[in-house]
């Protein structure tokens, strides 16, 4: 599959999203990253479940120098797997489930290394449910036909990820800021489920 095919899938099964930008970018490096990977017969699969064993390490190493490093791994597993499905033409719907219930699970275990660092339990029980609730009321509307569930938010999961990684390089140094940043997480975590709702009920209310 050569890269402009490659872009023209992608956009396809997001919605029609706009190839441009930061999007355009990380497409570029997913393109470069998983293209070899297809050669060899790496599966999307494997790659979803890599990132789910790299998000249980971080939790394993949380008060280490490797917690942030295999956070970075996670992410990238979880990154370039949809986009190795379309390169090697194994894109599904179960497919599809499974990296979004893995997902779910991988975040679990991030949140649980920020809980062994001693950030406070009832400020993470919040983050977590308003963030697991966006992408459940994204899912949802999805399944029930809305199909341009397109809005980019303050708090997608890179940036949760990017939260805990401060976190973590914070805890490293530390610097006594890890409520903190949890805390501007949630306040921006809220908006952006406030945002997916506004969205939403402008499309079916």
């Known amino acids: 599959m050569i890269k402009e095919e490659f872009f023209r899938d992608w956009s396809s099964h997001h919605g029609g999203a706009k190839v441009e930008g930061i ?3 990380w497409l570029n ?10 050669r060899i017969g790496v599966t999307p699969n ?9 998000g249980i390490l971080v939790y394993l190493t949380s008060n280490s120098i490797w917690a942030p490093i295999f956070l970075v791994f996670s992410l990238i597993c979880d990154g370039v797997d949809g986009s190795l499905a379309l390169i090697s ?3 599904s719907k179960m497919g599809a489930v499974l990296d979004s219930i893995v997902d779910r699970f991988t ?6 290394a920020l809980y062994q660092l001693g950030v406070d339990i009832y400020l993470l029980l919040f983050v977590c449910t308003i963030a697991f609730t966006q992408e459940y009321l994204r899912a ?16 997608e999961r890179p940036v949760r990820a990017s939260f805990i990684f401060i976190a973590l390089i914070a805890f490293q140094f530390e610097f006594q800021i890890l409520n903190m940043v949890v805390m501007i997480w949630s306040l921006l975590q809220l908006i952006s489920f406030l945002m997916i709702v506004r969205f939403i009920y402008s499309k079916i209310g």
């Open 140 to 155: 949802r509307a999805m399944g029930a036909g809305l199909t341009e569930i397109t809005i980019v938010t303050f708090a």
């Open 46 to 54: 494997s790659l979803t479940f890599l990132g789910l064993i790299f």
């Open 89 to 91: 033409n194994k894109s």
């Open 23 to 25: 999007v355009r970018l």
């Open 29 to 38: 490096i997913s393109y470069s990253v998983t293209k070899p990977l297809s």
């Open 107 to 112: 975040e679990i275990f991030w949140v649980l």
